[in-house]
Structure formats: C-alpha cells, structure tokens
C-alpha cells in the first residue's frame, strides 16, 4: 500500500458525460501529480500541484481540470467525454517538488460508452 | 521538450541477467527514475539516480551518464515475477520557477521472463 488513495477504483460512463476523480496523497506530502495511461500505452503527465498550486501541465485538455485542496487532496475533472478518454487514471504524491520519488495510487479505470 | 526512449519489449531466461536501457533529452535535469509497472496495476518505485554511477539495491541496480543522456536498470537472478513493464522516468526543473518540476515517463520496457 502506498499510501496514495484513489476514488472510484472503476468509472463507467456515457459520452458527453462528466465525471470526477478524487486523490488523497500520502500524510505529508505536498505534490500532486496526474497521469492517464490508455490501454498498453505510456504514462502520460497531465498536471501537477504542489501544495494547492498548480506547478505544471502536460497534454492535458481543455474539457480537463483539476484543482488541489486545502487539505491537500485533489480532484481531476473530465467534462463533455469522449471514447478516447478511456484509460487509468493515476494520481502521484510526493513529499516535495524536489529530488524525491513519487508514490502512485491504484488508479482509476475510466470506461466511456 | 523532453524526449525518452526506452526498448519496447524484452524477453529473458529465469535466473539470468537483463539490462534495460534508457536514453534521454532534457533541459534542467534533475535526477532519474526506475518504475515496475504490472499489468493494470500503479508503478512502483525501484531507483533514482541524480549523479553519475551505479546504485545497487538487491538484485536491482541502475546506472546513469549525463553527460551520454542514458542510464540503464540491470535486473539479476529474473524470476517469473520480475514479468512487468519497466517505466524510465526523468525529473527536469522547469525553467523560471525555482523548484517546479515536472516528472516525465517513458512507454515503458515490457520485460518477459520465461523458464
């Protein structure tokens, strides 16, 4: 167990649909990390926070957002759903923006329909 | 931009030895970093290297070259669950924000270890 907690483990939805992905990083930790992996594809970095800033973003899109907490956990929204957005989601957290290795949840396997 | 490649797929005896490579382009590097990913399953961390040269911890060891952009992850003594995808990620300051970073990952080896 990392210590990185995700919900929902699975997500079933409709296109057109939006949906909301919840993280709770490790005790701790201030950075929080985003990344959707399709099927047999590479992770791909969507956005990171550190503690309740955003710091960086990757390819994500536009129907995409996400937002941290004061209490540190985040929240990855995905608006107006398309097939293509079927993948695992995964939330990272580390304990700084630095030199350290980030913890993965169990993800969250999103299906569009 | 930054840029990691690693071989999509491996295959090896049980027992034996495996070498994994992963070359990179970055601006700002701040350190290497290994990840075991099974199938459907999140990544776990295996190594980090920041400096030059080996670090060995058990039967994993990885090395980096900054200078080359290239670091390798050498698994010993496979077993059957060593079967996994093997993640090179690398860690690169963002320019103009002091200590953001951004924590970019290959496509990941596929690693099969048969009898």
């Known amino acids: 167990d990392s210590g990185v907690t995700q919900t929902p483990k699975h997500l079933i939805t409709a296109t057109g649909q939006r949906v909301t992905l919840r993280c709770s990083p490790r005790?701790?930790?201030?950075?929080v990390y985003w990344y959707q992996q399709s099927l047999d594809q590479g992770l791909q970095f969507l956005i990171h926070y550190y503690n309740g800033e955003e710091r960086a973003k990757g390819n994500i899109l536009e129907r995409f957002s996400a937002q941290q907490f004061p209490d540190l956990h985040s929240e990855l929204n995905l608006s107006s759903l398309e097939l293509g957005d079927s993948a695992l989601y995964f939330c990272a957290s580390s304990v700084s923006s630095g030199n350290t290795e980030a913890f993965f949840g169990q993800g969250t396997r999103l299906t569009v329909v | 931009g930054q840029n990691i490649d690693q071989p999509t797929e491996m295959t090896a005896t049980e027992g034996a030895i495996v070498q994994i490579n992963c070359t990179y382009q970055t601006s700002g590097f701040n350190g290497l970093f290994w990840y075991q990913q099974h199938a459907g399953e999140a990544p776990t961390f295996l190594s980090y290297n920041v400096l030059d040269g080996l670090e060995e911890k058990g039967r994993f060891s990885s090395f980096l070259s900054r200078s080359k952009g290239y670091s390798y992850l050498l698994l010993k003594e496979l077993q059957m669950k060593d079967s996994a995808s093997y993640l090179c990620?690398?860690?690169?300051?963002?320019?103009?924000?002091?200590?953001?970073?951004?924590?970019?990952f290959g496509t990941g080896t596929r690693l099969q270890v048969t009898l």
């Open positions: 990620a690398v860690r690169a300051l963002l320019a103009g924000t002091g200590t953001a970073s951004k924590l970019t």
């Open positions: 005790s701790g930790d201030l950075s």
